[in-house]
């Protein structure tokens, strides 16, 4: 059983994943009532003698299969238009962070902060706790106020990387000299963990990402710490 849950998707924790994760339920709903009723029609066609060999046409049938799979597809299409557009919606952001890859580690800034900004190493193994994950966990965890909007500017400083954390819904391109611009909302506290998604060199599995939503006040301390 647990080897089936790990095959899923990790626990929604914005509105955009949450939609992405009915999206791909959706979806394969009806990918396998295709797949279903095409393989029956095959099996027993196949096996069933009462047919006629000799039938060369049916406009009707045809006009079927031609008029099902363009309604299959608007069904499919549509709501995955709608989340393009949501995914790609920047709603008046509380905050904004800017995300720079680098070889290999993450930079972040707080650009509404003064002197808000910090590089974000992964944990060698060595010197993990016992409550640290191995390859995940870094020094500068990157604070972020729960049920706020946040937008993400993300670039390189050197090659392509890839800004991503599942459990938010987020993935972007790091290009080195263009800002990609992401945003999402995250509704409950807790750590989320990402890591690049390009292939960026010999490191790229070691520049892990760990997102820390927190209650508003915890917030506004934490970055008055930073910039004090």
């Known amino acids: 059983m647990a080897t089936w849950s790990a095959i899923g998707f990790q626990n929604a ?18 990918l396998i009532l295709i797949i279903t009723i095409v393989g029956y029609n095959l099996f027993s066609t196949c096996f069933n003698i009462n047919i006629d ?11 079927f299969w031609t008029i099902v799979p363009a309604f299959i597809l608007l069904f499919i299409g549509l709501p995955s238009i709608r989340l393009l557009y949501l995914l790609d919606e920047v709603y008046n952001p509380a905050i904004t962070l800017k995300t720079v890859g680098h070889q290999w580690y993450w930079s ?9 900004e910090f590089d974000s190493y992964m944990i060698p193994t060595n010197e993990l706790n016992t409550d640290m994950f191995r390859l995940l966990d870094v ?5 972020i106020p729960m049920n ?11 090659v392509l ?8 819904g987020v993935k972007a391109d790091a290009v080195p ?7 999402f909302y995250c509704n409950r506290p807790g750590l989320f963990f990402g890591q690049c998604s390009e292939i960026c060199g010999a490191n790229h599995s070691f520049m892990p990402i760990v997102i820390e939503s927190v209650p508003t006040k915890t917030f506004i ?3 008055k710490k930073m910039t004090s």
Do not use: C, K
């Open 13 to 30: 924790a914005s509105p955009i994943m949450e939609q992405l994760i009915f999206f791909h339920d959706h979806s394969m709903t009806i």
């Open 53 to 63: 060999q000799h039938m060369l046409e049916s406009q009707s049938l045809e006009l």
């Open 108 to 116: 972040y800034e707080y650009s509404d902060f003064l002197n808000a």
């Open 139 to 143: 020094d500068n965890r990157t604070a």
């Open 148 to 158: 706020s909007q946040v937008r993400t500017l993300i670039s390189a400083a050197d």
């Open 161 to 168: 990387h890839s800004w991503t954390v599942p459990s938010l």
């Open 177 to 183: 000299g263009r800002l990609n611009q992401v945003s």
């Open 221 to 223: 301390s934490w970055i």
